[in-house]
């Protein structure tokens, strides 16, 4: 996985690739943003990077090849001198799989030209195991460097995160979120969009998601904007909001598709506004729908699409306060 191919945080990986190759990158550094949008990847590129027998140039500055042994053997992980530490079963890290791998990065690499420990999740690191990685972090050996990956930085102890730079790494765009689910997981163009405009910019929670619901919710979210705009009727309204709840579920399910089709909607009604605005269509959460949608802008002028999404966030938020979603969704109609 060579920097090329990661998506998006192309700046932040270009500031890393430029201190590879004038070989300044710091001793640790700590990689921080939310889970699934890339950040263990890109410690592993850059694992790869720093090792790479056939290293090159072209949008980095120093990249890996991809294709020799050493990077193959980083991508299979099994490469001696690319250490990773992740939580266990228990979902934490112990302070026994710390030590081990200080003792481990005190020597000279095997083959590659640096060894690089990542501790995944770092923030599952118990105290002990935090302190005993604190001595290495204030004396990093010369030969090593410790990338440290975390969702939720702030639960590292304060001297931890002193001693480790922190590269923010931003959400992704939703149009990235759909260009790896179809080049990576094999999904259908229609499924990949769906899943994005509900992922907030997180691959590892579009793939969590399932994307056939989401491409129904999806599709049913807009129906409903289309209906809204069709009719002011209150009981043509209240009619179609049905279709919003689950048929003979329980009340958990109704509850949960109802979220998902509202987030989706929220994520339609931001690219209304947008229309509606005349903004770069390019920030579209959900391109492959610009031609309806740029019909339904005609009716959802900027006013209105901003009205709607504060009532679909103040009926989320309501769906979380265990509202009734059969009052939600007859609520929300009325508001649209």
Not at 33 to 42: E, Q
Not at 50 to 70: H, M, R, W, Y
Not at 163 to 190: Q, W
């Amino acid at each position: 996985m060579p920097f090329r191919t990661i998506i998006g945080h192309r700046r932040l990986i270009s500031l890393v690739s430029r201190a590879i190759a004038r070989e300044t990158l710091p001793p640790a550094l700590l990689f921080a943003g939310t889970a699934g949008i890339g950040k263990r990847r890109t410690a592993v590129a850059i694992a790869q990077a720093i090792n790479c027998l056939q290293p090159v140039t072209g949008e980095f500055d120093k990249d890996a090849c991809g294709e020799c042994a050493s990077c193959r053997r980083i991508e299979r992980g099994v490469h001696p001198d690319v250490i990773v530490i992740e939580p266990g079963d228990s979902g934490t890290i112990k302070v026994d799989q710390i030590r081990d791998v200080i003792d481990r990065a005190g020597y000279r690499p095997f083959e590659g030209r640096r060894r690089v420990v990542i501790v995944d999740e770092a923030d599952a690191m118990v105290p002990p195991a935090q302190n005993a990685l604190l001595k290495t972090l204030e004396e990093p050996p010369s030969a090593s460097i410790f990338l440290l990956v975390s969702s939720m930085p702030d639960a590292l102890l304060a001297t931890v995160r002193s001693r480790t730079p922190r590269l923010r790494f931003g959400i992704l765009a939703p149009s990235e979120v759909a260009e790896a689910l179809l080049r990576d997981h094999g999904y259908a163009d229609v499924d990949a969009r769906a899943a994005a405009a509900d992922a907030d910019g997180s691959i590892g929670r579009a793939l969590e998601a399932q994307s056939v619901d989401l491409t129904d919710a999806r599709a049913l979210a807009q129906r409903m904007l289309e209906q809204s705009a069709r009719t002011s009727d209150p009981a043509r309204r209240i009619e179609s909001a049905k279709e919003l709840i689950a048929k003979k579920s329980s009340a958990a399910t109704e509850r949960d598709q109802l979220a998902v089709c509202l987030r989706v909607m929220a994520s339609l009604l931001r690219d209304l506004g947008i229309l509606a605005n005349r903004a770069d269509v390019r920030s579209l959460a959900n391109a492959d729908l610009q031609g309806p949608l740029s019909r339904l802008a005609e009716t959802f002028d900027s006013e209105r699409s901003m009205r709607a999404f504060g009532a679909v966030d103040r009926a989320l938020g309501a769906l979380e306060r265990n509202a009734s979603p059969k009052v939600v969704a007859d609520w929300l109609v009325l508001q649209l």
